[in-house]
């Protein structure tokens, strides 16, 4: 069971993605979402939106 239950910034300015995974709480950055299956298809829209646009703007870069 994954449930979403929102972010948290980091002292960095970076966010976390904190999810609810067979009962623990989990604190996963944006970049390690691959690591964790079905994490980023729990994501709300608005945060895959946001997710892929901080994908698109690094690919510029």
């Known amino acids: 069971m994954i449930k979403y239950l929102g972010t ?3 002292n960095e300015g970076g966010v976390l993605y904190v999810f ?3 009962g623990l709480q ?3 950055k944006e970049h390690a979402l691959k690591q ?3 994490c980023y298809e729990a994501l709300p829209p608005t945060a895959k939106a946001r997710i892929s646009a901080n994908r698109a703007w690094l690919s510029k870069t």
Do not use: D, H
């Open 20 to 22: 609810l995974i067979n």
């Open 36 to 38: 964790y299956p079905g």
């Open 26 to 28: 989990k604190e996963i």
């Open 8 to 10: 948290r910034s980091t």
